[in-house]
């Protein structure tokens, strides 16, 4: 079968579907990914096929959210965090629209993606999957994703639909705009969700269940399958410098915020510097999106680096709370130190905190070298951290996320 898979967003929304993909390619499949033409290169390994989506909306959205720094939740910027991102919905349309392969057999489309490229799909009657990072289906079991931890109530089913509803605003002009290009009557961002519901449109999700089970009160084909791990290419190997400083002392930490811009660069560093002297621990600092750097005898700053590789040789990580990147720490079994910046990232720091990995939440507007220094010498100096990230990585590493996604597309199309 021909099949894409249409993911946008932060590379952290790109990485996981490179590991899908390639299980799909090994499966007999022609598979080719669509995302950001800043991915495409670092994504299309080892014979994986990619297509560059026009055009980069997000980063308007990313540059909105790091002008607005360490500003409380003012009615200007969420007006302007609003605004950045209907653009950005907005900005998905052409590309989609251009990037769909109207002789595929299957679309699987990322959360971001979806509201867009069902409409596609079905346009060219294409069969199409959701296949997310993130529960997005409204439930009783935990409040929904953009928000912190809450118990188990009615009441986190009712923010789940209104949450639902503001998502599906923020795609009203991208819906009008698609129905226009393609010539369609118009039809409801609202309207199209409880078509698909009402359709049992299957979605996949890309998270372990013993991270987060799958909830009794979701309806039919919703999934839970398992982690989708970004591919490993087996020709990577890691500078000599960064094994060097691996070898010459104690398990360092890792510090890094992907996409994410927490501060500026310079002040980031400093805070990082001084907590991990306040903390007596060794470092190894990403430099991400936000140019993160540090130089110190016994800290080293690397860029990309798989996580796969790097975070088993860590102590602990300490990251921005992302998908992905939470995902990768589980995979480990290293306790973690969460910093959330935006979106899910708070709803999976405060998982990290239940699963017992973690000691607490870090939000990014309270980050300081001291609060920072406090939470490593707790996550580093309490081995109960370490066990339960080790036990939990044990179960996860007895799944096969992949291999489900591939053999239900398997029995339902092939």
């Given at each position: 079968?021909?099949?894409?898979?249409?993911?946008?967003?932060?590379?952290?929304?790109?990485?996981?579907?490179?590991?899908?993909?390639?299980?799909?390619?090994?499966?007999?499949?022609?598979?080719?990914?669509?995302?950001?033409?800043?991915?495409?290169?670092?994504?299309?390994?080892?014979?994986?096929?990619?297509?560059?989506?026009?055009?980069?909306?997000?980063?308007?959205?990313?540059?909105?959210?790091?002008?607005?720094?360490?500003?409380?939740?003012?009615?200007?910027?969420?007006?302007?965090?609003?605004?950045?991102?209907?653009?950005?919905?907005?900005?998905?349309?052409?590309?989609?629209?251009?990037?769909?392969?109207?002789?595929?057999?299957?679309?699987?489309?990322?959360?971001?993606?979806?509201?867009?490229?069902?409409?596609?799909?079905?346009?060219?009657?294409?069969?199409?999957?959701?296949?997310?990072?993130?529960?997005?289906?409204?439930?009783?079991?935990?409040?929904?994703?953009?928000?912190?931890?809450?118990?188990?109530?009615?009441?986190?089913?009712?923010?789940?639909?209104?949450?639902?509803?503001?998502?599906?605003?923020?795609?009203?002009?991208a819906n009008r705009r698609l129905h226009a290009r393609l010539g369609l009557p118009r039809c409801s961002t609202a309207q199209l969700r409880r078509r698909r519901n009402g359709s049992l449109w299957p979605v996949w999700h890309g998270f372990s269940p013993a991270v987060v089970p799958r909830p009794p009160d979701w309806r039919p084909g919703l999934y839970v399958t398992g982690y989708w791990w970004p591919h490993a290419c087996p020709e990577w190997t890691p500078?000599?410098?960064?094994?060097?400083?691996?070898?010459?002392?104690?398990?360092?930490?890792?510090?890094?915020?992907?996409?994410?811009?927490?501060?500026?660069?310079?002040?980031?560093?400093?805070?990082?510097?001084?907590?991990?002297?306040?903390?007596?621990?060794?470092?190894?600092?990403?430099?991400?999106?936000?140019?993160?750097?540090?130089?110190?005898?016994?800290?080293?700053?690397?860029?990309?680096?798989?996580?796969?590789?790097?975070?088993?040789?860590?102590?602990?990580?300490?990251?921005?709370?992302?998908?992905?990147?939470?995902?990768?720490?589980?995979?480990?079994?290293?306790?973690?130190?969460?910093?959330?910046?935006?979106?899910?990232?708070?709803?999976?720091?405060?998982?990290?905190?239940?699963?017992?990995?973690?000691?607490?939440?870090?939000?990014?507007?309270?980050?300081?070298?001291?609060?920072?220094?406090?939470?490593?010498?707790?996550?580093?100096?309490?081995?109960?951290?370490?066990?339960?990230?080790?036990?939990?990585?044990?179960?996860?590493?007895?799944?096969?996320?992949?291999?489900?996604?591939?053999?239900?597309?398997?029995?339902?199309?092939?």
């Amino acid at each position: 079968m021909r099949i894409q898979i249409i993911t946008v967003g932060t590379y952290g929304s790109v990485a996981p579907y490179t590991g899908l993909g390639h299980r799909l390619l090994a499966e007999g499949h022609r598979v080719e990914l669509v995302t950001h033409a800043r991915y495409t290169e670092s994504a299309g390994c080892c014979g994986l096929a990619t297509r560059a989506l026009a055009g980069d909306p997000f980063e308007q959205l990313l540059a909105a959210h790091a002008r607005s720094g360490r500003s409380p939740a003012s009615p200007r910027r969420l007006y302007d965090m609003g605004h950045a991102s209907r653009n950005a919905a907005a900005g998905l349309v052409d590309g989609i629209i251009d990037a769909v392969d109207d002789k595929a057999d299957v679309l699987l489309l990322s959360t971001l993606a979806a509201p867009i490229g069902a409409v596609v799909a079905a346009y060219h009657r294409i069969p199409s999957a959701g296949v997310f990072l993130q529960p997005e289906e409204p439930t009783a079991a935990f409040p929904p994703c953009v928000m912190g931890h809450r118990p188990e109530s009615r009441v986190n089913r009712a923010l789940g639909r209104a949450v639902t509803r503001g998502f599906d605003t923020l795609y009203g002009a991208a819906n009008r705009r698609l129905h226009a290009r393609l010539g369609l009557p118009r039809c409801s961002t609202a309207q199209l969700r409880r078509r698909r519901n009402g359709s049992l449109w299957p979605v996949w999700h890309g998270f372990s269940p013993a991270v987060v089970p799958r909830p009794p009160d979701w309806r039919p084909g919703l999934y839970v399958t398992g982690y989708w791990w970004p591919h490993a290419c087996p020709e990577w190997t890691p500078p000599p410098e960064v094994t060097d400083f691996l070898e010459a002392g104690p398990a360092p930490v890792f510090i890094g915020f992907g996409s994410m811009m927490p501060r500026a660069a310079e002040e980031l560093g400093d805070i990082v510097l001084r907590a991990l002297r306040r903390a007596g621990l060794r470092g190894v600092v990403q430099s991400g999106r936000a140019g993160l750097s540090v130089a110190a005898d016994d800290v080293i700053t690397v860029g990309g680096m798989p996580h796969a590789w790097l975070f088993p040789r860590m102590a602990a990580v300490v990251h921005h709370a992302g998908a992905g990147t939470t995902g990768a720490g589980l995979r480990a079994g290293v306790p973690a130190v969460p910093v959330p910046v935006l979106t899910d990232q708070p709803w999976w720091a405060s998982r990290l905190v239940r699963l017992g990995v973690s000691p607490g939440v870090l939000p990014h507007a309270r980050l300081s070298a001291e609060r920072l220094a406090a939470a490593l010498r707790r996550v580093t100096g309490d081995p109960g951290y370490r066990l339960r990230a080790t036990d939990l990585a044990a179960r996860i590493g007895c799944e096969d996320g992949s291999g489900q996604v591939a053999r239900a597309i398997a029995a339902r199309l092939g």
